[in-house]
């Protein structure tokens, strides 16, 4: 059940920035701005070697970005494995994009945990958290859905956003890899974030 949700939550984020491209092209007023600027922000975080950082982080290369937690058991690491899967695939091509990892669950994901939980995708990857308000401004500035859900034994896990985001190497919002996307496709996308040689 836990799978599904997840899932219906990915197709939901997919569902609404189809919508808001479609809403836009229905009036053909070429408003495109406005879907993409409204994704993305300011954030000031600790990163996974404990330096505060911010959005600037975004400048300069395209990234593949994530919004989860170490304690997730399916969805995350199965989506952090593909997109370890494309940074190996990308050859040398790989190290032109950030790989970046938001938890979304500052309470139990400090600094040392994400670096451990990084450590097992990907040496390039990134991970970043915070102040429970810190991570919630981060958030919200990037419109990810994440909300803490009780269990039955005290314990309690999170139900987010599924979807990968790709960000163009001005840190502007460029689309997304749906939880799942045959990894043809996400290399795909990938790729045409890449300065034409
Ligand atoms: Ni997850």
Redesign the pocket.
């Known amino acids: 059940m836990k799978t599904i949700r ?1 899932v219906l939550w990915a197709l939901v984020a997919v569902a609404g920035f189809g919508l808001g491209a479609l809403s836009l092209d229905l009036f053909g007023t070429q408003q495109t701005v406005s879907g993409k600027a409204a994704i993305g922000g300011e954030f000031s975080l600790v990163n996974h070697k404990g330096e505060r950082v911010d959005q600037t982080i975004f400048k300069g290369k395209p990234s593949v970005v994530y919004f ?2 170490t304690q ?1 058991p ?3 690491p199965t ?1 952090l494995l593909d997109m370890a899967g494309w940074a190996e695939a990308l050859g040398t091509d790989g190290d032109k994009f950030n790989y970046v990892f938001f938890t979304v669950d500052p309470e139990r994901d400090t600094p040392e945990v994400v670096a451990d939980y990084m450590s097992a995708f990907d040496p390039r990857f990134i991970g970043l958290t915070g102040t429970p308000d810190e991570v919630k401004t981060a958030l919200k500035a990037y419109r990810v859905y994440a909300r803490k859900v009780e269990l039955d034994d005290g314990d309690y896990t ?1 139900d ?1 956003t ?1 979807a990968v985001y790709l960000l163009d190497a001005k840190g502007d919002f460029f689309g997304t890899v749906a939880y799942g996307e045959q990894q043809q496709n996400a290399l795909a996308k990938l790729k045409r974030l890449l300065p034409s040689s």
């Open positions: 997840y989860g937690f997730c399916e969805i995350c989506t999170m987010h599924a």
